[in-house]
């Protein structure tokens, strides 16, 4: 089975309020990533989680937060969610080594009014 | 930095015509350049890999060569079906685990 799962697929939220979206994996990849695509641009990578260890890209380290209670789950948060939060957020998960094929799951689509 | 670029947005295309799809990357570390295609309502999947520059990676008939020279990357096939309509992005990896995407284009074949 190598199906990535996101929930909730949409999400409607009202600005200023926290956001939570989730993924989870069964394939014991021991690392799992958020993007972010909008419309007519590349799928941006938010940050990573290598085991327990995050990586958050120097752009976005104050916007998003992530946890990882297990192996297979990982969430992405938003504190305070801004009208220029509406995209489309994408998990994937992949195994040990540079390089590696990365799964995704079908996305989840933010909107924030 | 490191990027991806990727000048066609749309293609269409009949079946069974020709398909070729360009992008041009930048890095200055020894790159992995794949292609992912994302169908309608899915995630993104990785259709080809290629580790080392002038090899040809294949898949699903398919073919993809990057040029060092030219920094260039790109995606042929030689007869396309409706089913191939998609997206398809050019991706860089530098060896870790995090990807640069391009921003993709949406290829459209018609019966």
């Known amino acids: 089975d190598t199906t990535v799962k996101q929930n909730p697929r949409y999400k409607l939220a009202r600005v200023g309020k926290p956001v939570n979206l989730i993924c989870s994996q069964t394939?014991?990849?021991?690392?799992m990533y958020w993007y972010q695509k909008k419309p007519n641009q590349a799928p941006k990578l938010l940050l990573f989680?290598?085991?327990?260890?995050?990586?958050r890209e120097a752009d976005t380290f104050e916007k998003f937060q992530s946890s990882r209670p297990n192996n297979s789950f990982c969430s992405l948060y938003i504190g305070s969610a801004g009208l220029e939060y509406s995209a489309m957020y994408l998990c994937?998960?992949?195994?040990?080594?540079?390089?590696?094929?990365?799964?995704f799951g079908p996305g989840t689509r933010l909107t924030v009014l | 930095g490191n990027s991806v670029t990727q000048m066609q947005g749309q293609v269409t295309l009949s079946e069974e015509e020709f398909l070729f799809i360009n992008c041009t990357y930048s890095?200055?570390?020894?790159?992995?350049l794949f292609w992912y295609v994302q169908y309608p309502g899915e995630g993104p999947q990785l259709l080809l890999k290629?580790?080392?520059?002038?090899n040809k990676g294949s898949s699903r008939g398919f073919e993809a060569t990057y040029d060092k020279g030219t920094t260039s990357f790109h995606l042929q096939k030689a007869s396309v079906q409706e089913s191939d309509s998609a997206v398809y992005y050019c991706?860089?990896?530098?060896?870790?685990?995090?990807?640069?995407f391009g921003t993709g284009t949406t290829v459209s074949v018609s019966p």
């Open positions: 290629v580790t080392t520059a002038n």
């Open positions: 890095t200055t570390g020894y790159p992995t």
């Open positions: 394939m014991n990849h021991d690392t």
């Open positions: 991706v860089l990896g530098e060896g870790g685990r995090a990807l640069i």
């Open positions: 989680y290598y085991d327990k260890i995050l990586n």
């Open positions: 994937a998960s992949s195994s040990p080594g540079g390089n590696a094929e990365q799964f």
